[in-house]
């Protein structure tokens, strides 16, 4: 619709039939051919309806329409619905065809009962509102306290496995330990084993070539040490009855031989009593030493000397040195 | 009056509107293009809406009559080029309405005196307060058919006295972010259609 003098009031002016008849006639050919026309046409039309209704005509307009408009039936049931549409528009705006909303929700159906939700209603809305909102910080506060309990729950399990691993470190130092310790064990038996033997390898070296008197016998020992030049005490020993053997046992000053005798001589009467069988030295150290062992009933209480005589590689002897003792009761 | 003027007369009136013709008229009024009907329906509506402004008693029969004729226009000749389709539907809607005026003024007496029957016909207070009840509920109902956007639209478009109605319209037209003549176009079509929901629910409450 181009021609600006089809405004609204000229619409109007038609649609109450006091528009003079070319206009007239203009309108009606506009009211098929024109689109826009037929658009205006028919807001004023309802807008001029809804003034009736309401009560905002007035004057010869009022006139008009009552004569003229209100004439057709089918525009008296426009009129009706225009009514009935305020009507139930002043109702709404005042929430009273709203209520109550459970009969609502049955005549009108469940989903149709959601509608109340989007009533311009402003408490209930800020009410709404206000429950979301609460519901939304609830909901993150229980986020940050989940995330919060998980990352412990990593630190805990972590703490966790470094323990496992510390136990299993110090189970296995244990087991090397008791390992080490059964070692130990096992080493310190070996020890008395061997000690044991050593100590009746040393009884029967002590017995030397002499056989062994009948029974058990006590076992003197008497260790000598090299003369010195000039006077010196004689080392005594005291024989005890019940005593079979002496355990002898001679320092060296050196072993320049790979091996000695030993003569028991008695002095007074210049008379070997005994000889012992060639002697390896026994070297412990510096220390060198003969050890041998003789019948201790050889011995009476008086003195006696030790000859030490080597052996050289070519055969022959040769006297080291006379050991001097004395037997005493 | 000659022979050929009173053979034609006689083939109008024993001429009716077959299947076919029907719609040969559908497609001339769609112009190539498929409407469905609709292009049908806008122009019956207009030409019932134009007998009703000329009075006339029975708009829709007239409205039914000049499509008939276009019809039966289109059977005859097989096409009409020299107006457009709603053009010549507002010619053959003039002589209609004119044949109208001239058989009513034949009987011009007793058609408005039927008119003005209709137009004084008074109902009793019940039967207002029956009639209005049974629209509102109707109208509930269909308001209620309506989408949400849609109900909301047309009920702050039309409720409220004059000064608030035109302020709900522009802010209405402005939170749609339209014209405020798209929107009263916009209500309108939302109007018709509650309109002719309430006219069919109260007929069927009859």
């Known amino acids: 619709m181009s021609n600006p003098m089809n405004n609204n009031q000229t619409i109007t002016e038609y649609l109450l039939g006091v528009l003079p008849e070319p206009e007239s006639e203009r309108f009606d050919e506009l009211s098929f051919t024109d689109d826009e026309f037929v658009d205006s046409l028919h807001a ?37 619905f225009a009514k009935a549409l305020q009507t139930f528009g002043e109702q709404e705006l005042a929430g009273l065809r709203a209520k109550p909303a459970r009969t609502a929700a049955t005549r009108r159906g469940w989903f149709a009962a959601l509608d109340t939700f989007f009533a311009p209603r402003p408490a209930f809305q800020w009410g709404l509102a206000a429950s979301v909102l609460v519901l939304l910080i609830g909901g993150g506060w229980l986020v940050v306290d989940n995330l919060r309990l998980r990352q412990q729950m990593s630190q805990t399990a972590a703490r966790r496995d470094v323990l496992v691993q510390r136990e299993q470190e110090l189970q296995k130092e244990l087991e090397g330990q008791r390992m080490a310790n059964s070692q130990a064990e096992q080493e310190l038996a070996r020890v008395r084993d061997e000690r044991e033997r050593l100590e009746q390898e040393l009884k029967r070296a002590q017995q030397g070539g002499t ?13 000598l040490v090299p003369p010195l030049r000039g006077a010196g005490q004689v080392p005594s020993i005291a024989i005890r009855p019940g005593t079979n053997q002496v355990a002898a046992q001679l320092q060296l000053e050196a072993a320049d031989y790979s091996a000695y005798r030993l003569a028991l001589i008695d002095p007074a009467k210049n008379q070997t009593l005994w000889r012992s069988g060639n002697l390896k030295p026994r070297i412990k150290g510096d220390r060198k030493a003969l050890a041998v062992n003789f019948s201790a009933g050889l011995l009476k209480p008086q003195n006696y000397t030790l000859r030490v005589t080597g052996i050289p590689p070519g055969g022959g002897s040769e006297i080291v040195g006379d050991y001097p003792f004395k037997v005493v009761k | 009056m000659n022979e050929p003027y009173v053979r034609k007369v006689e083939q109008k009136k024993n001429w009716t509107l077959t ?43 007239l409205a039914d009559e000049t499509l008939s004729r276009v019809a039966r226009r289109i059977e005859e000749e097989d096409f009409i080029e020299s107006e457009t389709t709603a053009r010549y539907c507002y010619i053959l809607a003039r002589f209609v309405f004119m044949e109208y005026l001239r058989e ?22 019940a039967e207002v307060d029956d009639d209005k009840e049974k629209m509102l509920n109707c109208l509930e109902r269909c308001t209620n058919s309506l989408e949400t956007a849609n109900r909301e639209l047309i009920t702050k478009y039309y409720i409220g006295k004059k000064g608030v109605k035109i302020e709900n319209r522009r802010s209405l037209a402005a939170s749609l972010g339209i014209t405020i003549n798209a929107l009263s176009i916009r209500a309108c079509r939302i109007r018709d259609k509650l309109e002719a929901c309430v006219r069919q629910c109260a007929n069927e409450a009859k």
């Open chain 2, 19 to 61: 299947t076919r013709a029907f719609n040969r008229l559908l497609n001339w009024l769609d112009e190539g293009a498929n409407s469905e009907g609709q292009k049908y329906l806008e122009m019956r509506r207009r030409l019932i809406a134009y007998f009703d402004r000329k009075n006339c008693s029975a708009p829709d029969e």
């Open chain 1, 44 to 80: 004023v039309e309802k807008d001029l309806v809804d003034a009736f209704v309401q009560g905002e005509l007035t004057g010869a307009d009022l006139e008009r329409f009552k004569a003229h408009y209100l004439a057709s039936p089918l525009r008296r049931e426009k009129v009706e």
């Open chain 2, 104 to 125: 009513t003024q034949k009987g011009t007496v007793a058609l408005d005196e039927i008119r003005r029957q209709m137009h004084g016909k008074d109902s009793t207070a």
């Open chain 1, 211 to 223: 056989k062994p008197s009948s029974g058990e016998g006590r076992i003197v020992s008497l260790i």
